[in-house]
């Protein structure tokens, strides 16, 4: 590794130092207040919240905040005791004594082992595409993509459908005249209604009496999230379960296993094994699926070599370098320990990787460190992530598309609202193809070069919390523009380039603390006092003629 990428490496960790200040509790705005009218009476409709006709959209607002915690947040609130009693049942949790008498006892018991937590519950409701499709079978993802033109990859696997109908959501909204917030029938205009029902009996929910298909639509959304932690939930007992049981497969016992026994822990594990195997075969699959189960991959266990490598380092040079892509590495993880689930899926999203059924927080971290040196792969929807309101409103003025134009021309159109329209209209046109989406790619081409060299640059405190909030990052009280302008650069260029940080983004700040950055790796890697001055004087000058270097290029 040459110095000067084993400094910018390294700076990535050293920007991490100050980080444990950030991520203080912060109040973030509630999903629906960026709502459209006919979603916000959608919501409550669904939910059998009376509400006056006309009303305008402030005072639905406010009908909707006065109802969101015990139907979005805490829905167990309006249970009734013998709900509350099946939840703690199928938890596995005793009712605590007199409490059969006390809905307020039980309700108390509910929230202390519900699913999420009010927070996670709350940051859920700003991305509802990133969960609302994962308690879809198969066979219903391959129809909602056939019927709206979602080209899919062979072969067409369910982790491939997921991403693919996730990243065409908006624009099928779009296309269907609605918001896509709170998803309005649109949705499920490829279910028969005997999917619905299916659903609903999946999930252990009545069906409406009497039935008709808005009513059935309707029950199925107001459920989905409750379903969606429900299959979370159970699939995160299962791997419990599993890991349980492989612990007792240990080599040994699968050497003395007879055939039949492999069979029957094959079985019993959901391991598919082909017509024919043989039990040496069995055994080693076995062990595949312990180690996937148990994290003990090749994958799993590369995290873990970061404190071998650093305490290994010693003086030599060479070894300082390898333990500095490894500390680049840690950065990236202590980063992504922050991001929401809406970001982390976004990541991975954005490189064309599937994200897995039912994928807990710490599994999406787990699959984002896995790909955390692959950049974001040519254009896709979150290409407009770091572009200033003016980058947008141009885009949009080109897009070809008409209603991507009248909302570059609304003056009271935010960012987001630009985001959002950009996102739309970029998926309208990659589902195009042809001519389309080659003339738009053209023209970001240009306008990605002028977000690149100005990012941030001209954005607002208020849209620079947003981007912030975004990720899942609270922003401290008292922070600076230039504060929050250095904390979204930084967490943008995690997002777009993971470890395989472009040089132009972290040359100039090498230039203005070498010998810090230095010293933490001397410390951090254990490289010799002497050795390390002089190899930060080295540094520098190296760093310094670099940077002038990509500031020309720039």
Not at 173 to 195: F, I, T, V
Not at 332 to 347: G, Q
Not at 395 to 424: F, I, W
């Amino acid at each position: 590794m040459k110095l000067s990428a084993t400094f910018v490496s390294v700076l990535a960790v050293a920007n991490t130092a100050v980080a444990s200040s950030w991520f203080s509790k912060s109040v973030t705005t509630p999903a629906y207040n960026k709502w459209h009218e006919t979603e916000l009476e959608r919501w409550l409709a669904d939910n059998d919240v009376p509400y006056p006709t006309p009303a305008d959209r402030k005072e639905l607002e406010n009908i909707v905040g006065k109802n969101w915690n015990k139907y979005a947040v805490k829905p167990y609130e309006e249970w009734d005791p013998e709900q509350l009693n099946a939840y703690l049942t199928l938890k596995g949790m005793e009712v605590k004594e007199n409490a059969e008498t006390s809905k307020d006892s039980l309700i108390a018991q509910v929230k202390d082992s519900w699913y999420e937590s009010e927070d996670h519950a709350q940051e859920a409701w700003t991305s509802v595409k990133d969960w609302i499709l994962d308690t879809w079978t198969e066979s219903q993802l391959k129809e909602f993509a056939d019927k709206n033109g979602i080209p899919v990859p062979q072969p067409r696997q369910r982790d491939t459908l997921l991403q693919q109908a996730r990243q065409n959501y908006e624009a099928i909204a779009k296309r269907a005249g609605d918001s896509a917030s709170y998803p309005g029938n649109w949705l499920y205009e490829s279910w028969s209604d005997s999917d619905l029902k299916s659903w609903l009996d999946t999930y252990g929910f009545p069906t409406p009496q009497p039935t008709n298909r808005d009513k059935l639509i309707s029950q199925v959304r107001r459920n989905s999230r409750l379903a969606y932690l429900k299959m979370q939930d159970k699939s995160t007992s299962a791997t419990a379960s599993a890991r349980a049981a492989y612990k007792t497969a240990t080599d040994a016992a699968l050497n003395s296993w007879s055939e039949s026994q492999l069979k029957e822990f094959a079985d019993n594990n959901g391991i598919s094994v082909p017509q024919g195997t043989k039990p040496n075969e069995l055994r080693s699959l076995i062990r595949k699926n312990r180690a996937e189960v148990m994290g003990n991959t090749v994958g799993d266990q590369a995290a873990s070599t970061y404190g071998a490598a650093s305490s290994k380092a010693g003086n030599e040079y060479a070894k300082a370098s390898d333990s500095a892509s490894l500390a680049a590495q840690d950065a990236f993880n202590n980063v992504v320990d922050t991001w929401s689930v809406s970001r982390l899926k976004a990541y991975l999203d954005a490189r064309g990787i599937p994200v897995p059924q039912s994928s807990k927080t710490d599994e999406l971290r787990a699959l984002v460190r896995k790909n955390h040196h692959k950049a974001a792969s040519g254009w896709t929807a979150w290409t407009f992530d770091d572009f200033s309101t003016e980058n947008l409103k141009n885009y949009l003025a080109n897009t070809g598309d008409e209603s991507a134009k009248a909302v570059s021309e609304k003056a009271d159109a935010t960012r987001e609202d630009l985001v959002s329209a950009a996102q739309s209209a970029y998926s309208s046109a990659s589902s195009a193809g042809g001519d389309t989406y080659a003339s738009v790619t053209s023209y970001l081409i240009q306008q990605t070069d002028a977000a690149k060299a100005h990012a941030f640059d001209v954005w607002t405190d208020t849209e620079l919390k947003a981007h912030l909030d975004s990720y899942g990052v609270p922003v401290p009280q008292g922070s600076t523009t230039e504060d929050l302008r250095a904390m979204a650069r930084k967490h943008s260029t995690y997002f777009k380039y993971g470890t395989n940080s472009p040089s132009e983004t972290f040359f100039a700040k090498l230039s203005e603390g070498v010998q810090e950055t230095w010293d933490w790796m001397k410390e951090k890697v254990g490289v010799a006092g002497d050795a390390a001055q002089k190899e930060a004087a080295d540094a520098k000058a190296k760093v310094d003629a670099r940077a002038e270097e990509v500031r020309d290029e720039l």
